[in-house]
């Protein structure tokens, strides 16, 4: 194989038009083709990592295997290419900085004047460069977030034009672009995509390919125009209508030939399309199923979808695997009160007890978590999900009146949910909890051993609470089991209600594990208990 090639995605005009999207599917075609390949995010903002952000600011937190809280477009990563990625597919100004400011202190430098150029920027390409170096991809696709102009995104777009320098036909920039409809005039408008990719080259860098997000169809003359006006070829000018679903895009990145013209530009030979067999068999069952499995799930931020991002996908391949169309209820817990909560949750076929953090909408999940145990309902919760149906549990069956976790109350009678024992000298809150893969071992006969099909599984976390071992023999009494439990440490990771239709609270976050061609198992038994009669 060729040493590694880097592809650079850049964006303009306008923010969120699908950079990660795009990346992702480029790379699911290249690899479709037998080439290794990786995609990494680097974010402009100073924030060392996503992790201590609102989910109202940036959508999901996304946790990797070697517990890097990174972007959710990793999310999308994994979802396409069924590859884990890890801390060095998502790098931020925070952390270049730091890592920057490190070196300084430490006298790297010799005493030399510290400067944006080269000592920031080569701290940016050493980055991107790690992934190719270290694992020996054929290709590393870097995803640039922002817009060009902006004014933080700037040392990475500086970075950008020095790479295409030093590598020639081995760096190729990709920029996506916004090609507007107006409805008063009934045209779409080339103008933004010519003024973005002058403000690129304004800062030195030519874009090799140029993909154009519209509503509708561009005519061949729209294509020449734009390649005119942006010294492209128009053969590199791609089109990215809007589709149904994201999992669309690959394909008709395919048909419109992303992947051919990146491998000519970068002298690589261009040989059968790939079938993308399996990929087009799930958008087959993705679009033809007829029936609808409705699912409730209840958090505190569903204003933004995006706060759940990996938990809709999840439900979405799980639904699809079942033949299914899944049809997601955001329901915000705040709004659940002994009054509403009848009417918001019947008729859902499933409930899941979304993760999160804080006291605020806690008593609504509980009373979900209630409704799901009192009525048969299906029922998933992760993470704080988990720890909502515990603390429930021990309120109304167990009957520990104020049962609590200490998150919430610290002078709780029955702290159900404590701190972890290692969390209880941690001051900092980035990166400090219990982050990544970690072993669990499953009671045979357990629904979620059914679900797994074997004993030994390992699942990612990120949480600072845990079960309180000192009441599992009550809870054991009680009718709700220990389903699974961490074989180093004895952490209960999983506890289920036997007698229940379906009843799984799981300490990990299953939905980050799910993807495309491999949806996740608890998901699946999931749905497939809301399916069944």
Known sequence: MPETRYVFVTGGVASSLGKGIISASLAKLLQSRGYRVTIQKLDPYLNVDPGTLNPYEHGECYVTDDGAETDLDLGHYERFLNVPTSQANNVTTGRIYQNVINKERRGDYLGKTVQIIPHITDEIKRNIKLLGSKNKYDFVITE???????????????????MKWELGHHALVIHL?????????????TKPTQHSVKALLETGVQPDVLVLRTEHELTPDIRKKVALFCNVDSRAVIQSIDVKTIYEVPVKMQEEGLDEIVLQKMDLPVEERPSLKEWKDFLNKLNKASKTVTIGLVGKYVELADAYKSIIEALIHASTYNNRKAKIELIHSESLTDKTVADQLKGLDAILVAPGFGHRGIEGKLLAVKYARENNVPFLGICLGMQCAVIEYARNVLKYADANSREMNYSTHYPVIDLMEDQKNVTDKGGTMRLGAYDCSLVQGSKSFESYGKELISERHRHRYEFNNDYL???????????????????????????????????FHPEYSSTVLKPHPIFMAFIKAAISE
């Open 144 to 162: 640039i977030g922002g817009t060009v102009g902006d004014i933080e995104s700037l040392p990475y777009v500086e970075a950008v034009r020095q």
């Open 177 to 189: 672009t916004l090609v507007p409809y107006l409805n008063a005039s009934g045209e779409l408008k």
């Open 473 to 507: 023999a009550a809870y054991e009494a009680g009718g709700m089991k220990a389903a699974g439990t961490n074989p180093d440490t004895g952490l209960v990771e999983i506890m289920e209600i036997p007698s229940h239709k379906w009843f799984v609270g799981v300490q």
